[in-house]
């Protein structure tokens, strides 16, 4: 815990942008968004050019990110220009942030899964009665645990559609897909800001390997793919799930 306490001290203090007064939560974040123009500035704006800046939050979109729209009208041109951003409130360092989650079905419509490695997944996440013998759970079955045909399998479909699954699962589709990521890191009353572009946040939790790791889940880059659990033991404890942490940006 004290070497958690010291590294958030660092980054507040080293490489991060600093808000005097806190976040309290994500209105607060669109309220100021709407004053700030070190944000605008951050994304390449010339601020003597903006005329006006209306921040919104967006509604009823499928992703589990705060949904914010800016628009920017700027000044002696007939230009309004609107970015999304996604944002990500965190209080520690090793603040995990779930940023996909569905039913492995719905991955299927999405991805164009084959059904041999949908089952495989339904598996992991116990949508499918587990088989074997001394399994870790009983609920479902580790990626460890199934057969090495059946990994291969697995690991093939991701890695030939890496780029399609990262995109979808940090920027999203369609009118509201993500063009920047804003995340806030709070702690004893000061927050730490850092905002990056998409392309920017894509690199850096999609770079490098697909593997499965040690306790038997998954990794695709940095982004963590696991059973959902929790939900006090119902149905939706079975759902597909896929994690970050935000606060690797301040790196």
Same mark, same amino acid.
């Not at 942030?97 to 490695?117: A, F, G, M």
């Not at 990262?166 to 589709?173: E, Q």
């Not at 995340?183 to 920017?200: D, P, R, T």
């Given at each position: 815990?004290?070497?958690?306490?010291?590294?958030?001290?660092?980054?507040?203090?080293?490489?991060?942008?600093?808000?005097?007064?806190?976040?309290?939560?994500?209105?607060?974040?669109?309220?100021?968004?709407?004053?700030?123009?070190?944000?605008?500035?951050?994304?390449?704006? !010339?601020?003597?050019?903006?005329?006006?800046?209306?921040?919104? =939050?967006? $509604? +009823?979109?499928?992703? &589990? #990110?705060?949904?914010?729209?800016?628009?920017?009208?700027?000044?002696?041109?007939?230009?309004?220009?609107?970015?999304?951003?996604?944002?990500?409130?965190?209080?520690?360092?090793?603040?995990?942030?779930?940023?996909?989650?569905?039913?492995?079905?719905?991955?299927?419509?999405?991805?164009?899964?084959?059904?041999?490695?949908?089952?495989?997944?339904?598996?992991?996440?116990?949508?499918?009665?587990?088989?074997?013998?001394?399994?870790?759970?009983?609920?479902?079955?580790?990626?460890?645990?199934?057969?090495?045909?059946?990994?291969?399998?697995?690991?093939?479909?991701?890695? !030939?559609?890496?780029?399609?699954?990262?995109?979808?699962?940090? =920027?999203? $589709? +369609?009118?509201?897909? &993500? #063009?920047?990521?804003?995340?806030?890191?709070?702690?004893?009353?000061?927050?730490?800001?850092?905002?990056?572009?998409?392309?920017?946040?894509?690199?850096?939790?999609?770079?490098?390997?697909?593997?499965?790791?040690?306790?038997?889940?998954?990794?695709?880059?940095?982004?963590?793919?696991?059973?959902?659990?929790?939900?006090?033991?119902?149905?939706?404890?079975?759902?597909?799930?896929?994690?970050?942490?935000?606060?690797?940006?301040?790196?």
């Amino acid at each position: 815990m004290k070497s958690d306490k010291k590294n958030l001290k660092e980054m507040i203090a080293l490489g991060s942008k600093t808000a005097k007064d806190g976040f309290s939560n994500e209105s607060d974040v669109i309220d100021r968004f709407n004053n700030w123009k070190e944000w605008l500035a951050e994304m390449n704006y !010339k601020i003597d050019n903006i005329e006006f800046v209306k921040a919104t =939050k967006v $509604r +009823g979109y499928y992703k &589990a #990110d705060i949904q914010v729209r800016v628009t920017i009208v700027i000044k002696l041109k007939s230009q309004e220009d609107l970015q999304n951003l996604q944002i990500k409130l965190v209080s520690n360092s090793q603040g995990f942030n779930q940023i996909d989650k569905r039913w492995v079905d719905k991955y299927v419509e999405l991805w164009d899964i084959p059904q041999d490695v949908a089952k495989i997944l339904k598996y992991f996440t116990g949508e499918i009665a587990p088989v074997g013998v001394n399994l870790r759970d009983p609920r479902r079955m580790f990626l460890d645990e199934i057969s090495e045909s059946d990994r291969d399998k697995l690991l093939n479909f991701l890695n !030939k559609n890496k780029i399609l699954i990262i995109s979808d699962l940090l =920027k999203g $589709r +369609g009118e509201f897909s &993500a #063009d920047w990521t804003l995340v806030i890191l709070k702690f004893n009353g000061e927050s730490a800001w850092v905002l990056k572009s998409i392309n920017h946040v894509m690199n850096i939790f999609g770079s490098g390997d697909i593997r499965i790791t040690r306790e038997g889940s998954l990794k695709i880059g940095k982004i963590g793919m696991q059973r959902k659990g929790g939900d006090g033991g119902r149905d939706t404890a079975k759902m597909l799930q896929f994690k970050i942490n935000p606060v690797d940006l301040f790196s």
